[in-house]
């Protein structure tokens, strides 16, 4: 056992999963346990303390699957549906640890909850409830004595949040890396990085593109995350990786180091 905190990756699809529903492509069929992705999250664990990025609609699986028995708080990177769907599954933990549970998120996507979790800011009893902190790019959450810095990542025209801590930055639903992102990114050794397909689209990198930002980054290693099963099945995708790159795959654990 280690005291080193670590980031635990939960989820490496993209919004609709892997295996897509009804869908009989070679990926989707596949026996291979790395090719059943739920959706894009990360646990990081620091001591006693869980703290969640993202809770998409996978979110109860994944907690049950990593044994979370108690949370510290959520990032929410940024409002779709893929990253915020289960949102309501923090209810047990509100409940056992008597708290509201904190939410980081910025001022858009805070309002967005507002609306669409409407009930959980009501007086109705068995409610979720959220302590929703509003935070900007650059700021640092305080995570048990660790910095978790939140960086700009541009997903399309979407400004939304990445994060680094230590020596490993998390980088989901990117299109765009904006110059001070790539500065704060400066020593890091790891890079969890969204890579869609082989196209990419107007709001995700494509395979080549996010290799060119493992690459900028000057990241050691990188590791791809929010596959689409177009990308095509892990053993495949490992295949055709530089070495210093790994498909990532659900479960996967990493160390985090001091930067
Ligand atoms: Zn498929
Ligand atoms: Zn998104
Ligand atoms: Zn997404």
Redesign the pocket.
Known sequence: MTSEPTLTIVGTA??QGVPVLGCDCPVCTSGDPRDQRL??SVLLRNGTETLAV?A?PDFRTQLLRERVHSLAGLIL??E?N??TAGLDDVRPYCFRQKIDMPVYCLPRVAEELRSRFAYAFSDYPGVPRLDIREVGFGEEINFNGRAVTLLEVL?GKLPILGLRIGDLAYL??AKTLPERTLRQLRGVKTVII?ALHHQGTHS?LSLEEALEYVERIGAERGVIT?LSHRMGTAAAVEAMLPDKVRCGFDGMRIIIGRS
Do not use: E, K, Y
């Open positions: 993209t919004s959706r894009a993202d998409g990177t940024h779709h893929d990253h997903h989901t639903d969204s995700h929010h």
